[in-house]
């Protein structure tokens, strides 16, 4: 049933993050009605978020070298009420807050920073440094991690004030190493989900991700991100004189005609309605002009959204290698694919209730979006048996966006050095996206449904 409109003027006059008006247990969700009175008491607690928030940014750490990003986590979720364990993957945290019997409920946030220079020009833009595969580097927040962190925390906030809303137990998990593909895996080998009780549903949000606007919520059904794939191939030669190749095998011409002629792969072999690429971002062959080498080596990125493409790319590029080494006479290639993160694929069960729910709240606001080709390693914490739900929030102000899509400057996308998301409306609708998000898993998983 509806909230009687008194309880819901109550609602929003009396609502604050530490101090929250209860609501029948198991009581439809008034979407609407909670959603202005989260945003009321976002208002209220706003500015030690914005400190939050701008502290990591300007002081972002890589993969598995987040500690003080973990410890300045561990601390704040302390201090309203969760357990909290460190150093769980190496640099992850976990949080449990216990309200009674009832489902466990996950939500997820990324720590991680990317190795690059941040030219936003921002008052808290970060200058910070550290060493990154034996060199220098400067280190950014350019995908948007710490507006995660923020929503993170605030969502947790906003749920301890509504305990008497919910039973169950929230898990909140900061999780390290997301942009090197490690970070999940990391933690469910260190015992996520045998030190720790395993969740009957999980959520993580992303910021940014396309053209929609702060205040947005973004939904993809079913498969939301690909898999992720390393290839490594040793084209063997044999070196010699550039003057004199008929005397040589050459690697480079070997190499040169698998990159082209592994694309038809994709053009001749793979279903053409879905989805599948291939490309090469590293070819290291040679120390001069004038030398044929001994070998060439390639690297690249395999990327698909269905199991049987993904099967059929990996046979496609070996014989494409070994053919290309056969026709040059040449000894059999090394070829290595390893096996990366999983494509993302999202409950129907678990999106659809919270959908329900987003729609009443945000209106023409919340938008469906087709699958992106960037890779998650959430999914492994799906393919572990964690039914889930993965959405993205807008970042940009809505004239910017508008702008954009009529001719304007092309807005900054995540990991562009010029990446800024509008902290304070990207951050609000982060905490209330999330916290309806939860709410409606918690009513779905008491009804039995």
């Given at each position: ?275 599948g690429v291939i490309s090469i ?29 993904r099967a059929k790319m990996h ?90 899509l009529n001719g304007g400057p ?40």
């Amino acid at each position: 049933m509806r909230f009687a409109k008194p309880l819901l003027t109550a609602l929003a006059t009396a609502f604050s993050l530490g101090n929250i008006v209860a609501l029948p247990a198991h009581a439809e969700i008034d979407a609407a009605g909670l959603k202005q009175s989260i945003e009321t008491s976002f208002e209220r607690e706003y500015p030690k978020l914005d400190a939050l928030y701008k502290d990591i940014h300007a002081h972002p750490e890589l993969a598995f070298q987040e500690e003080k990003t973990a410890a300045k986590l561990a601390a704040e979720m302390r201090a309203i009420g969760f357990e909290v364990t460190e150093k769980v993957g190496r640099t992850g945290l976990v949080a449990l807050y216990k309200n009674g019997d009832g489902p466990i409920i996950m939500v997820r946030t990324e720590l991680d920073a990317l190795p690059m220079e941040e030219k936003t020009g921002l008052p808290y833009a970060s200058r910070d440094k550290t060493t990154w595969q034996g060199r220098e580097t400067f280190v950014a927040h350019s995908c948007g991690h710490d507006i995660h962190m923020a929503s993170w925390f605030g969502t947790a906030k906003t749920l301890v004030g509504l305990k008497d809303r919910w039973k169950g137990t929230l898990m909140f998990i900061a999780q390290p190493g997301e942009e090197v593909g490690a970070g999940a895996m990391a933690m469910l080998m260190d015992g996520l989900f045998t030190r720790f009780p395993k969740p009957d549903v999980g959520f993580a949000l992303h910021s940014g991700g396309g053209p929609f606007p702060y205040g947005s919520v973004v939904f993809t059904p079913g498969v939301r991100s690909s898999s992720a794939d390393a290839l490594f191939i040793r084209f063997k030669g044999r070196g010699g004189h550039g003057a004199s190749p008929q005397a040589t095998i050459d690697p480079v011409t070997m190499a040169s005609r698998f990159v082209v002629d592994v694309q038809s792969v994709i053009s001749r072999e793979k279903d053409p309605t879905k989805f599948g690429v291939i490309s090469i971002g590293s070819f290291h062959a040679g120390t001069s002009g004038n030398i044929i080498p001994d070998e060439a080596v390639l690297q690249g990125t395999i990327r698909t959204f269905d199991a049987d493409v993904r099967a059929k790319m990996h046979d496609g590029i070996k014989r494409t290698a070994k053919a290309v080494a056969d026709m040059a006479d040449a000894p059999a290639p090394d070829i290595m694919i390893t096996e990366g993160v999983k494509a993302l694929v999202n409950d129907a069960v678990v999106g659809a209730t919270a959908e329900k729910v987003l729609k009443v709240a945000f209106g023409d606001r919340f938008n469906f979006a087709p699958p992106v080709t960037a890779s998650e390693d959430y999914s492994e914490y799906i393919n572990s048996g964690v039914p889930s739900m993965f959405f993205n929030i807008g970042v940009y102000d809505p004239e910017v966006v508008a702008a954009s899509l009529n001719g304007g400057p092309p807005l900054p996308g995540n990991h562009s050095p010029l990446y800024a998301p509008v902290p304070k409306p990207t951050i609000q609708t982060g905490v209330t996206a999330m916290t309806l998000a939860v709410l409606s898993a918690f009513d779905q998983r008491a009804k039995g449904q």
